[in-house]
T-cell receptor, first 114, second 115 residues
Framework: EAQVTQNPRYLITVTGKKLTVTCSQN?????MSWYRQDPGLGLRQIYY???????DKGDVPEGYKVSRKEKRNFPLILESPSPNQTSLYFC?????????????FGEGSRLTVL | AQSVTQLDSQVPVFEEAPVELRCNYSSSVSVYLFWYVQYPNQGLQLLLK??????LVKGINGFEAEFNKSQTSFHLRKPSVHISDTAEYFC?????????????FGKGTMLLVSP
């Protein structure tokens, strides 16, 4: 089954404790992206990747890091989480050859930073 | 850069009634337009898209949207809603010829269908 898998789905952590949210897709998609969803703000892009070893900042990259060492994986790293990073995070992927915007989303990772 | 405005944050409606969710965009170039739906505790999934051609676009689950270039709108409609349509709906726009980095989402409209 074609899917984007995120882990963990739920996480409560404390300020400053490094964490990684993993994202994996099995559709051989070149494009991958991370979004955060906050009430009243919709989805905002954090980082995106056009291919292996190619990443770029989105609209709200501060406090986050990403890497793309393999085509299928695109982990989101919070080196020193803060309470303002409490949010619902979504990973998405798409064929680069396709029309921009046709994204496949994971089920989301709800992060709480105390 | 483009922007998307979803005029209603919440739309309550009774089952079997028609519904329209409004979306307006601004862009200085030609665009692609999308509606995504997010059911409770799930990720987003594509409902329908406008790329070119006919301005009336049909999507899944009986939804349709009409692209109006002069009014820069892409409103979503359904003639008769079901309880199962309760979800959050996101309008999104990307500029043609600008690639994936220009995809922008609206803030979402919560559709609440009651019996």
């Amino acid at each position: 089954e074609a899917q984007v898998t995120q882990n963990p789905r739920y996480l409560i952590t404390v300020t400053g404790k490094k964490l990684t949210v993993t994202c994996s897709q099995n559709m051989n998609h070149e494009y991958m992206s991370w979004y955060r969803q906050d009430p009243g703000l919709g989805l905002r892009q954090i980082y995106y990747s056009m291919n292996v070893e190619v990443t770029d900042k989105g609209d709200v990259p501060e406090g986050y890091k990403v890497s793309r060492k393999e085509k299928r994986n695109f982990p989101l790293i919070l080196e020193s989480p803060s309470p303002n990073q409490t949010s619902l995070y979504f990973c998405a992927s798409s064929l680069l050859a396709g029309v921009p915007g046709e994204l496949f989303f994971g089920e989301g990772s709800r992060l709480t930073v105390l | 850069a483009q922007s998307v405005t979803q005029l209603d944050s919440q739309v309550p409606v009774f089952e079997e009634a028609p519904v329209e969710l409004r979306c307006n965009y601004s862009s200085s170039v030609s665009v692609y337009l999308f509606w995504y739906v997010q059911y409770p505790n799930q990720g987003l999934q594509l409902l329908l898209k406008y790329l070119s051609g006919s301005t009336l676009v049909k999507g899944i689950n009986g939804f349709e949207a009409e692209f109006n270039k002069s009014q820069t709108s892409f409103h979503l409609r359904k003639p008769s809603v079901h309880i199962s349509d309760t979800a959050e709906y996101f309008c999104a726009v990307s500029e043609q010829n600008s690639g994936y980095s220009t995809l922008t989402f609206g803030k979402g409209t919560m559709l609440l269908v009651s019996p």
